[in-house]
């Protein structure tokens, strides 16, 4: 965080070209550059210390609360909602988890900000004992946040280092967080996977929707397509667009945005990426790859390489399985890269990447 912006998104850039040195074709395009504090949409919070003094942020080593309320990457809408929920455990007696001890209920909480200034706030308790507590004040917390909020319960009852559980609880009627990206309407629910920087995020699929408009494919496969953002990015007049996405929240999400935007041609299933385009029985004219930090799965590169699929457009936010990635996809050529700063004060980035079949 003591490194310049500039400085640090040269290095970016220099990083993701050291790489994919390997790929001569390449030719990087100005970075997209971040606002460099408050662009965090995403505010994942430890709740720690005590009921009259918790801390609201992250754990040492020890595993001692660390209060990060004034943190500058998060948005500052999101940190005016830290006092609320400081209220809120004062008022209902709400007893933080002591990871240490093993004790205690309230583990987390999960704020989301769309652009409409609306929140989903998330809390993730160990058990039931706090639930009803919450679920009856929720009538005086939606008054101290700002309109169309979202408010829910997550449960985590076992003692592991992970940020939610299976079962949630959504307490308000709204069960998505409404979002307009490029005036495209997303629909965010709970556990669903959603870019943490808004602007860059916005920026990533106009950079995916020029791509697509340019090559004008009449069918296009969105894999890993999370709330669908790239394929409803990418939805036109006559094109196919088919969005593949194991997480079925996600997958609802995206049919709701489909739907609100009255996209006939544009469908959403929930699978595995692989699986899919294994079993199709078809091939579009471009795909869209946006996996997770693992990469695809070598079966799905093996695929798209003897397909018949002419653009494919890989963005990844861990340029070292995309490297690998690329190797394997040796049956295109990787023609533009772009870094997007997705993570402004962190040495991650997001890249997208263009690429053409090879002429047979
Ligand atoms: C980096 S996120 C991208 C989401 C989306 N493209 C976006 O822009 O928000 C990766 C997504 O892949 C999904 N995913 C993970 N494994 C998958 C698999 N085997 N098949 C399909 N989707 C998968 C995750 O649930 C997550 O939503």
């Known amino acids: 965080m003591t490194v310049p912006y500039a400085r640090q998104l040269q290095s970016k850039v220099e990083d993701c070209q050291q790489l994919l040195s390997g790929f001569q074709s390449l030719e990087f395009l100005p970075p997209q550059a971040s606002n460099e504090q408050g662009f965090r949409n995403k505010a994942k919070m430890v709740i720690s210390g005590t009921t009259e003094q918790p801390t609201i942020g992250i754990l040492d080593a020890d595993g001692h609360g660390v209060d990060l309320r004034n943190c500058g990457v998060i948005a500052a809408p999101l940190r005016a909602v830290f006092p609320v929920i400081e209220q809120f455990i004062h008022d209902l007696k709400l007893i933080p988890y002591d990871v240490p001890k093993r004790k205690g209920e309230l583990k987390h909480v999960i704020l989301t900000l769309s652009d409409t200034g609306a929140v989903m706030v998330r809390w993730v308790l160990r058990t039931k004992k706090h639930f009803v507590a919450l679920r009856d004040s929720l009538p005086q917390f939606l008054e101290q946040l700002p309109r169309h909020s979202v408010v829910s319960v997550n449960f985590l009852p076992e003692h592991k280092a992970v940020l939610e559980g299976e079962e949630e609880i959504i307490l308000t009627r709204r069960s998505t967080l409404e979002f307009g990206l490029n005036g495209v309407p997303m629909h965010l629910r709970p556990q669903g996977f959603f870019q943490t920087n808004s602007e860059i995020a916005a920026a990533l699929y106009r950079q995916a929707r020029q791509w697509i408009n340019d090559a004008n494919p ?143």
């Open 218 to 360: 009449e069918s296009v496969w969105d894999l890993y397509s999370g709330v669908g953002g790239f394929a409803l990015h990418c939805a036109a007049e006559d094109r196919t667009v088919y969005g593949i996405e194991t997480s079925t929240e996600a997958v609802e999400a995206a049919k709701t945005s489909a739907q609100a935007m009255e996209l006939e041609d544009v469908h959403f299933k929930a699978q595995d990426a692989t699986e899919f385009a294994l079993n199709a029985g078809w091939a579009p004219d471009a795909v869209i790859v946006n996996p997770p930090r693992r990469g695809i799965s070598a079966q799905l590169a093996a695929w798209l390489n003897e397909s018949d699929v002419q653009h494919v457009i890989y963005s990844s936010c861990n340029a070292k399985s995309l490297a690998r990635d690329l190797e394997w996809l040796d049956n295109y050529t990787p023609q533009l890269a772009r870094v997007m700063d997705m993570f402004p004060q962190t040495s991650h980035y997001e890249v997208i990447v263009k690429l053409e079949r090879k002429a047979a």
